[in-house]
């Protein structure tokens, strides 16, 4: 039958169908729902009522991957360049793959020891640590990024996307050195929407290769991905001592409740009861 001739009850025997028979995820059975609210909206001017008592497929609990304290290491050491770097500060800042990919030259303090990590997860800023055996290596990577800044500038570029309306109110800011990013892409691009090319950072893929090909070739059977360098970081805080609380602030978590998934994962390993056959 044609969409038109049907309407929220159909509608809601077909969502439960999806949950019950199809057995899918919470986020398929969703994106088809949306699908049919654009429909019936959007396209047939149909706008739908209320749709209750569908049958919700169930959003799985996954705990999150840990590596070992020894894993950890194997891959970042089968790294090489800004990649191990970048893989470096996801485990030993806690940072996400998109805040890693963020960072400009201006929020790393080498005297302080701290990275300022600007418009997180729900647009917070936070601070967390930067590791002092990485000082060389930030340090190192600042002056190739002040390198090739200076070959832009030369070549009549040079500038770089600011947040908000911050290009505005300072207009001589996109061409500062404190304001370029700490692993900048490898070309210029064009702004989409604009005339300008600008400098952007790294891909997200890039580094998410990288940690897949070493994962590989270290023979680590877990599913690791960039993600897990940061459960691995709170896991370790929380096994070695550290206060839940500075963990949460140090991850950025806006709830506790968010952080106390790492004490699920203390509580399946070696500092977990003992079995009685041990």
Same mark, same amino acid.
């Given at each position: ?10 509608? %809601? &025997? ?14 398929? $059975? ?10 019936? %909206? ?21 705990? @999150? ?5 020894? &894993? ?7 790294? *090489?360049?800004?990649? !191990? ?12 793959? $998109? ?39 930030? *340090? ?39 304001? *370029? ?8 691009? *064009? ?20 940690? %897949? ?8 059977? !877990? $599913?690791?991905? @960039? ?11 929380? &096994? ?7 963990? $949460?602030?140090?991850?950025?978590? %806006? ?18 009861? !003992?079995?009685?056959?041990?």
């Amino acid at each position: 039958r044609h969409p038109r001739e049907m309407g929220e009850e159909e509608i %809601k &025997e077909f969502l439960s169908h999806l949950a019950e028979v199809g057995h899918v995820s919470a986020s398929t $059975q969703n994106q088809a729902f949306n699908a049919l609210l654009f429909l019936y %909206k959007h396209v047939l001017n149909k706008p739908l009522g209320r749709i209750a008592e569908v049958v919700r497929a169930r959003r799985p609990k996954h705990l @999150p991957v840990v590596l070992t304290r020894d &894993e950890a290491r194997k891959i970042i050491g089968a790294m *090489q360049g800004a990649a !191990k770097l970048m893989a470096s500060l996801l485990y030993g800042s806690g940072l996400r793959i $998109q805040e890693c990919m963020r960072l400009r030259i201006k929020d790393i303090d080498v005297q302080s020891l701290s990275i300022v990590v600007r418009d997180g997860k729900g647009e917070k800023d936070r601070i967390t640590m930067l590791p002092q055996s990485l000082v060389p290596y930030v *340090q190192q990577q600042i002056e190739s990024v002040k390198e090739l800044h200076k070959r832009d500038v030369s070549e009549g570029f040079g500038e770089v996307s600011l947040p908000y309306a911050l290009e505005r109110k300072y207009p001589n800011a996109a061409i500062e050195l404190g304001w *370029q990013y700490l692993f900048p892409a490898s070309n210029r691009s *064009q702004v989409p929407g604009s005339h300008k090319i600008r400098r952007h950072h790294l891909d997200e893929s890039a580094l998410q290769r990288a940690i %897949k090909d070493a994962v590989r070739r270290t023979h680590i059977l !877990k $599913q690791a991905t @960039p993600h897990s360098f940061r459960h691995s970081f709170a896991t370790h805080l929380l &096994e070695s001592g550290y206060d839940i609380r500075t963990v $949460q602030q140090l991850l950025g978590h %806006k709830d506790v409740r968010t952080t106390m998934i790492y004490t699920h994962v203390l509580n399946s390993g070696r500092l977990a009861v !003992k079995s009685p056959l041990d």
